[in-house]
Every structure is written in C-alpha cells, then in structure tokens.
C-alpha cells in the first residue's frame, strides 16, 4: 500500500466481501515468451501470491480461485504432473509467508483425484492455518461445478434417506449446505482475465447475482492498477437483484 494514487484511488471503493479469479491465461503467456507451460504455471502461482496480498491489503476478506478444473485433468500428464507438484513447492516455499500475512487456506473440488503428496500437502495447509482470519483463501483443485451440484444432490439424498431431512424441507438455504463452499458466502465479483469470456465449469450455482468482469490481460500480467480498475467497475454497478430500483 505504498502507492499514494494508488491509495487515494481505494478510499472510494466498494470493496467487495468476496471475490472470485478464474486465473486463466498461463499457458500463452509462457508460449509468448517461447517458454514450456509449466513456467507459465509457475508466473502465475506467483501472481496469485501478490493478489493475495493486494485483496488482504484491501479489506477483501474472501478470495476464491480456479487453479485446476475437473476438465484440466485432460491436459497431457507432463502439464498436470508438473501443476501437482507446483502446488507441493508453492506451500513449502510460501507457508511462512502464508502465515505472516494471516491467510486461512481452505480447498474445494475433488481433493481425493490428487496424488497423494499433493493431498497431503493442501490438507496440512488447511489444518495448520484454521486460526488465521486476516483474509481466506479458498483455491479450486480438481473442481467442477456440475460435478459438485451432483454431489450435493447425491448427499441431500443421503439426508433424505437417513430422515435428517424431509424432500418438504429442501430449501435454497439448505442445499448451499450440501456444496462444498456451505459456510462462504456467494462472490461479489468474479475477474476473469486472459481474454475470454466464459465461466468454464466454475461456481454455476454460487455466481448466481454476482457481478462478472473479463480483462483481456494474461493472469502472469495482472497487475495491481487491474485489480483496482475491477474493483472501481465494481463500484459503478447497480445490484437490484431482479427488483426495479
Ligand atoms: C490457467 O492457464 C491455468 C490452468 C488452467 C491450470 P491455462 O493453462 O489455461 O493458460 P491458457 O489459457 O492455455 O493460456
Ligand atoms: C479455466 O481455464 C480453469 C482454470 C483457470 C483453472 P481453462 O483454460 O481450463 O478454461 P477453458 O478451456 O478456456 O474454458
Ligand atoms: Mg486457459
């Protein structure tokens, strides 16, 4: 928070309680630079390692990031074994970091299609970093949003069958329950840099009345003028939430 403009520009804003990155855009940005994917990767980690910090600074107290979908296991097993084990160097060489900025680290998705050090490392993490309550960070690994709506159904089946619930009693309330982000609230914006504009499989249900901002920019190149310019977009927007205000 060194920048005078910079700072000057934030007392304005609406900070947003939660927001959402789809960090897209590594691989061309390594491509470009005549680089193997995974250094893309490896920009990119980086980069959320700054956003992290930027979002704490602003107030942001939930930042919830796509790292890997349950479609990105399709990619070749020379990209995918190298995102798995940028994850084990990401925690090992950032924990202190982590922790000194306050970060509670929370996953979602599928945790249980990683390999095993990769499981046991972001398990650790979660644990270790429970008490922290400056911002948390909740990363997307192995994550789908059909996959995860199905789940949820499969689980409320599972209430209904062991009479915890009656099919009278399901809810909007009470199905959010049986997601895996049941104690966030929904995003406030959704960022997706790196030029293009769709949701890919991220959050369907929970992005529902969120406010959606594309930047053609690369991930590895976001910067923080692009965080604060999508805050002020933010800003601006009107949320009437279906009413006629
Ligand atoms: C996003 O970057 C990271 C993951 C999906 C794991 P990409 O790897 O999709 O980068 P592009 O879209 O090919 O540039
Ligand atoms: C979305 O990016 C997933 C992540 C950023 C982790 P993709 O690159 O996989 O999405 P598509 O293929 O462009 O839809
Ligand atoms: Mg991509």
Same mark, same amino acid.
């Given at each position: 928070?060194?920048?005078?403009?910079?700072?000057?520009k934030?007392?304005n804003l609406?900070i947003?309680?939660?927001?959402?990155i789809?960090?897209?855009g590594?691989?061309?940005?390594a491509?470009?630079?005549?680089?193997?994917r995974?250094?893309?990767?490896?920009?990119?980690?980086?980069k959320l390692?700054?956003v992290?910090r930027?979002?704490?600074?602003y107030?942001?107290k939930?930042?919830t990031?796509y790292?890997?979908?349950?479609?990105?296991?399709q990619?070749s097993?020379?990209?995918?074994?190298?995102?798995?084990?940028l994850?084990?160097?990401?925690?090992?060489?950032?924990e202190?970091?982590?922790?000194?900025?306050?970060?509670?680290?929370? $996953?979602?998705g599928e +945790?249980?299609?990683?390999?095993? =050090?990769s499981?046991?490392v972001?398990?650790? @993490? &979660?644990?270790?970093?429970q008490?922290?309550?400056r911002?948390?960070l909740?990363?997307?690994l192995s994550?789908?949003?059909?996959?995860?709506i199905?789940?949820?159904?499969?689980?409320?089946?599972?209430?209904?069958?062991?009479g915890?619930?009656?099919?009278?009693?399901?809810?909007?309330?009470?199905?959010?329950?049986?997601?895996?982000?049941?104690?966030l609230?929904?995003?406030d914006?959704?960022?997706?840099?790196?030029?293009e504009?769709?949701?890919s499989?991220?959050l369907?249900?929970q992005?529902?009345y969120?406010?959606?901002? $594309?930047i053609?920019? +690369?991930?590895?190149?976001?910067? =923080?003028?692009?965080l604060?310019?999508a805050? @002020? &977009?933010?800003?601006?927007?009107?949320?009437?939430?279906g009413?006629?205000?």
């Amino acid at each position: 928070m060194n920048n005078p403009e910079q700072n000057k520009k934030i007392e304005n804003l609406k900070i947003p309680a939660h927001v959402a990155i789809i960090m897209d855009g590594n691989g061309r940005w390594a491509k470009k630079r005549l680089l193997p994917r995974k250094l893309g990767h490896r920009a990119g980690a980086e980069k959320l390692r700054q956003v992290v910090r930027w979002c704490a600074d602003y107030n942001i107290k939930y930042l919830t990031v796509y790292a890997f979908s349950t479609e990105n296991w399709q990619r070749s097993q020379d990209e995918v074994n190298s995102l798995m084990n940028l994850i084990i160097e990401f925690f090992s060489k950032y924990e202190d970091e982590l922790r000194a900025e306050g970060v509670q680290l929370r $996953f979602i998705g599928e +945790l249980s299609d990683l390999p095993a =050090k990769s499981l046991e490392v972001v398990k650790r @993490a &979660e644990h270790d970093s429970q008490e922290r309550n400056r911002i948390i960070l909740n990363i997307a690994l192995s994550y789908g949003s059909r996959q995860e709506i199905v789940r949820a159904c499969k689980l409320y089946g599972k209430a209904l069958q062991n009479g915890a619930l009656t099919s009278d009693q399901l809810t909007i309330d009470n199905f959010s329950d049986f997601l895996y982000t049941a104690d966030l609230p929904d995003p406030d914006l959704l960022i997706r840099p790196g030029g293009e504009q769709r949701i890919s499989n991220f959050l369907l249900w929970q992005l529902s009345y969120t406010e959606i901002y $594309f930047i053609d920019k +690369l991930w590895p190149d976001f910067s =923080k003028e692009d965080l604060l310019q999508a805050l @002020a &977009e933010y800003s601006r927007r009107d949320r009437r939430y279906g009413d006629a205000r």
